[in-house]
């Protein structure tokens, strides 16, 4: 079993729309938890942090569900410049400084 | 700019061959991880160097090797490359011990193609 899975997408979604991105994790002794931003051919960046009562900024929520090992994204008012791939990468001990990333979740943002 | 330089950043190799990526890393930073990403696919976990020794591996052959010098800065050795090495390998460094993951900074990554 994977350690962490994604929704495989793509999603194509218009201007200003609401998209939610999901993930599930195998390991329940998990401590962190992240999305990252991947844009074509480069680095994945870092685009928010999920801790235990989630996070939001600005567009962008991100929700926890330890009991069900379940992150997720929502993206509202969604912009051409959110297109990219979005993966969710969990930390899978404290103290631990290597991550376990999913496959990646394709987004286009259509005007 | 991110503070962590690969090089290069596009290899071509033949099978059988060897190859060696290199990264620097941030400064202030003294631990280096090393990802491979296939196309389409999540960042995998190789392994990481942290006071020139390897600490934690991925599931990754032995003919994935690195080393780290007294700079922080780090090798990946690919020895006897398959097809399937193909990929974007991506260096991230960080400060041991320190918080995750506004320390954890990636390179732009070598894009090694095998054929």
């Known amino acids: 079993r994977k350690e962490v899975e994604q929704d495989p997408g793509p999603f194509n979604v218009p201007e200003g729309a609401t998209v939610a991105f999901n993930c599930t994790y195998s390991n329940s002794a998990s401590q962190s938890f992240f999305w990252y931003r991947q844009d074509c051919r480069k680095e994945p960046k870092l685009l928010m942090s999920?801790?235990?009562s989630g996070n939001e900024d600005g567009r962008f929520t991100a929700q926890l569900n330890r009991a069900s090992q379940y992150i997720s994204l929502l993206i509202r008012d969604s912009k051409l410049s959110d297109s990219a791939t979005y993966l969710c990468?969990?930390?899978?001990?404290?103290?631990?400084?290597?991550?376990?990333f999913g496959t990646g979740t394709r987004l286009t943002v259509i005007p | 700019e991110t503070g962590v330089t690969q090089s290069p950043t596009h290899l071509i190799k033949t099978r059988g061959q060897q190859v060696t990526l290199r990264c620097s890393s941030q400064s202030g930073h003294n631990t280096v991880s090393w990802y491979q990403q296939a196309l389409g696919q999540g960042p995998q976990f190789i392994f990481q160097y942290y006071r020139e020794e390897e600490n934690g591996r991925g599931n990754f052959p032995p003919r994935f090797s690195g080393l780290q010098f007294p700079n922080y800065s780090s090798e990946l050795n690919v020895n006897a490359l398959e097809l399937d090495d193909s990929a974007l390998y991506l260096c991230?460094?960080?400060?041991?011990?320190?918080?995750?993951?506004?320390?954890?900074?990636f390179g732009s990554g070598t894009r090694l193609t095998v054929v």
């Open positions: 991230a460094s960080s400060l041991a011990n320190g918080a995750l993951p506004t320390g954890y900074t």
């Open positions: 999920v801790y235990s």
């Open positions: 990468v969990v930390n899978p001990q404290t103290g631990a400084n290597n991550l376990f």
